[in-house]
């Protein structure tokens, strides 16, 4: 069970994060996760009123406050069309409508979650996460960085020509991926990103050259990438469905 | 902690913990119809309109609901009418599931939703344990005037 003293709705980011430094407290975006954690602390900090629920498209990115919630990857015109609707169709298969209705993108990314397919979608665009105190950095250095204090303020994504693809496997339609890879091609580069190893999603780039040869290519590359077991498959399996997936979306956007 | 929430169009007031969900802080207040299932945002039969979108109420705390409005089934006026549709068509057996199925039913019609495979895939949520799902399928046909 989950328990705290106090509950605050801070109304921007300083506010939010003189509270966060200075007691034992935890940021709240959807609460869906949260909620599910055996642990107690002194303040909850949501984010509901800190203005961060904001979609902006300038001439060279789209800009995506922290307490944008999945829904809105599917509703909102900027999202949904952006890449033919990469993103839309990535996160519409991510659990229950009315649970995206509450899943933040700042709760989706901060955590690093090692099955989140969002993550892996991202890391193939030009995706830069903006914190509060440690400001911009690339979503592939965010990821293995230790930073816990700070709060998760929005994702920037460039605008660039790129052809992409996004695959995974589950068990069932409603459960976590085994598996799940992103490739995106734009004129001379490949980026390739595997998540739900199960561990966090790992990054990939090589140029286009090295994909002369597909099934070659994925050979390699697969020798690069660490898979282990949990409940939903093993090591051996993950591997293997990781190969067919790869080529198909390799094939996707090279041929 | 004191927090002041609309339900049903009606102002509440109720002294909460903190860390209470919105689930129990409701039924509390007396809409006994906002049921727990899973307790874990999965099986939808807690689902409640917040500020008029569908959320499962078990994943929220209360708190986040202070100043905001909420409509659980008995504040719904199109709820009668499809309830007599999933009676007609067999789709309420124990009827544990029906008021989260009935509130996201009534959403879908009311943003226009009217193909039957696109309402399947926005009530995958709502899970039921006795009906089998054909026979909400014939009432939701019905309700929403699926055309394919
Ligand atoms: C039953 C279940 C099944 C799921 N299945 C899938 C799935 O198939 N695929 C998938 O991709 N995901 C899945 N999810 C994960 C879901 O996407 C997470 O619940 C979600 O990512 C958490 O988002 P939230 O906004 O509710 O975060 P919260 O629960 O509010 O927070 C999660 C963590 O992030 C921190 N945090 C939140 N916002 C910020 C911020 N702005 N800055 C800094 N820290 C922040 C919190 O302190 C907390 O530690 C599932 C979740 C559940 C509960
Ligand atoms: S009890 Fe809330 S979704 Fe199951
Ligand atoms: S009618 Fe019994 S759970 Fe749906």
Same mark, same amino acid.
């Given at each position: 069970m989950i328990y705290f003293k106090e509950y605050l709705k801070p109304k921007n980011l300083q506010e939010a994060y003189e509270v966060l430094t200075s007691k034992n407290a935890k940021i709240i975006?959807? *609460?869906?996760?949260?909620?599910?954690?055996?642990?107690?602390?002194?303040?909850?900090?949501?984010?509901?009123? *800190?203005?961060?629920?904001?979609?902006?498209?300038?001439?060279n990115e789209i800009e995506i406050g922290a307490m944008v919630t999945l829904s809105e990857f599917g509703d909102n015109p900027i999202i949904s069309n952006l890449y033919n609707g990469f993103l839309k169709n990535i996160t519409e298969n991510i659990l229950s409508f009315q649970m995206r209705n509450l899943i933040t993108v700042g709760g989706t990314i901060f955590p690093k979650f090692g099955f989140s397919d969002l993550i892996t979608g991202l890391l193939v665009l030009e995706t830069e996460v903006h914190l509060y105190k440690n400001g911009k950095i690339r979503l592939e250095d965010f990821l293995n960085t230790k930073i816990q204090k700070d709060?998760?303020?929005?994702?920037?994504?460039?605008?660039?020509?790129?052809?992409?693809?996004?695959?995974?496997?589950?068990?069932?339609?409603?459960?976590?991926?085994?598996?799940?890879? *992103?490739?995106?091609?734009?004129?001379?580069?490949?980026?390739? *990103?595997?998540?739900?190893?199960?561990?966090?999603?790992?990054?990939?780039?090589?140029?286009?050259?090295?994909?002369?040869?597909?099934?070659?290519a994925v050979e390699s590359l697969l020798n690069k990438i660490k898979f282990s077991d949990d409940l939903r498959a093993s090591k051996i399996y993950r591997q293997k469905v990781c190969k067919a997936l790869l080529k198909r979306a390799l094939r996707e956007v090279i041929q | 902690m004191r927090i002041k929430l609309k339900v049903n169009n009606k102002t509440e007031e109720i002294d909460i913990e903190p860390h209470e969900i919105l689930l129990d802080v409701l039924r509390k207040l007396g809409y006994y119809s906002v049921r727990r299932g899973c307790d874990t945002g999965m099986c939808g039969i807690c689902t409640v309109l917040f500020d008029?979108?569908? #959320?499962?109420?078990?994943?929220?705390?209360?708190?986040?609901?202070?100043g905001h409005e909420i409509t659980t089934v008995e504040g719904l006026e199109d709820a009668k009418a499809f309830a007599k549709l999933l009676s007609e068509e067999g789709a309420?057996?124990?009827?544990?599931?029906?008021?989260?199925? #009935?509130?996201?039913?009534?959403?879908?019609?009311? #943003?226009?939703?009217?193909?039957?495979?696109?309402?399947?895939?926005?009530?995958?949520?709502?899970?039921?344990?006795?009906?089998?799902?054909?026979?909400?399928?014939?009432?939701?046909?019905?309700?929403?005037?699926?055309?394919k």
């Open positions: 975006g959807g *609460a869906t996760f949260l909620k599910l954690s055996n642990q107690s602390f002194e303040t909850a900090i949501d984010l509901i009123d *800190a203005k961060l629920d904001f979609i902006r498209e300038s001439e709060i998760l303020e929005k994702i920037t994504i460039k605008k660039k020509p790129l052809a992409v693809s996004f695959k995974n496997i589950k068990n069932s339609e409603y459960d976590f991926s085994i598996i799940n890879i *992103a490739v995106s091609k734009s004129e001379n580069e490949v980026k390739i *990103a595997v998540g739900a190893r199960p561990a966090m999603a790992v990054l990939i780039t090589k140029d286009l050259n090295f994909f002369e040869d597909i099934d070659k | 008029g979108k569908p #959320i499962p109420s078990c994943s929220v705390f209360a708190a986040r609901a202070d309420d057996q124990c009827g544990y599931c029906s008021p989260g199925l #009935i509130l996201n039913t009534v959403y879908l019609k009311k #943003i226009g939703v009217k193909d039957l495979n696109k309402a399947k895939i926005k009530l995958i949520g709502n899970l039921c344990r006795c009906t089998g799902y054909e026979s909400q399928h014939r009432a939701i046909t019905k309700f929403l005037g699926v055309t």
